[in-house]
């Protein structure tokens, strides 16, 4: 089954409301710290890909710069209410991260956090961070992969239902980084 952007934006304008509760799992079990120490290295002009809510807001301090994007409006949403909250000047944008609206080179820092599962095409929503990252910029990203651990691996496999890979696949098999993808 093939998704699209709009099948995203749809399931994430549903998901919206109650987005972070589910996501409070792995936050506790570690992944809030991880989002804080990788984004200590975020600098200059940042652009933030599949911001979501705005988990990671706390994290920029007030530095200012931030651009935020996603392609869900309803997560959006409570990325501004959650940036009013904080006090920090964030530009949001809807977009979808295959097709940045951005020029060559346009950020210091890009960041996107537990989000390549998701897109509809992960390899060219990487080439297009890429892209709009300076040529002596960072992509700075933080993703995961099955849990050999039992439980949390089943409860992985069970969060991905309903949601296949731009191949059909499940995100349990065929575990291969970028660099070994068969030609």
Not at 174 to 181: A, C, I, P, V
Request: with cysteine.
């Amino acid at each position: 089954m093939q998704f699209t952007s709009k099948d995203l934006a749809e399931k994430y304008n549903r998901l919206a409301y109650w987005y972070d509760i589910v996501e409070g799992i792995p936050d506790t079990l570690g992944v809030r710290k991880l989002r804080r120490r990788l984004l200590e290295k975020a600098s200059g002009e940042i652009l933030e890909v599949a911001a979501g809510t705005g988990k990671n807001l706390p994290f920029y301090a007030a530095r200012s710069g931030l651009i935020a994007v996603y392609v869900s409006d309803g997560m959006l949403d409570r990325a501004r209410k959650r940036a009013g909250a904080l006090s920090l000047r964030v530009l949001f944008s809807i977009m979808d991260a295959q097709a940045l609206a951005f020029s060559d080179g346009s950020f210091d820092t890009v960041f996107s956090s537990l989000t390549v599962c998701t897109f509809p095409n992960p390899i060219r929503a990487l080439q297009e961070m890429g892209r709009v990252c300076r040529p002596s910029g960072r992509v700075l990203l933080l993703e995961h992969g099955r849990s050999d651990c039992g439980w949390l691996g089943r409860w992985l496999t069970a969060g991905q239902k309903g949601m296949p890979s731009s191949s059909g696949a499940t995100g349990t098999e065929n575990r291969w980084s970028l660099s070994e993808r068969p030609a």
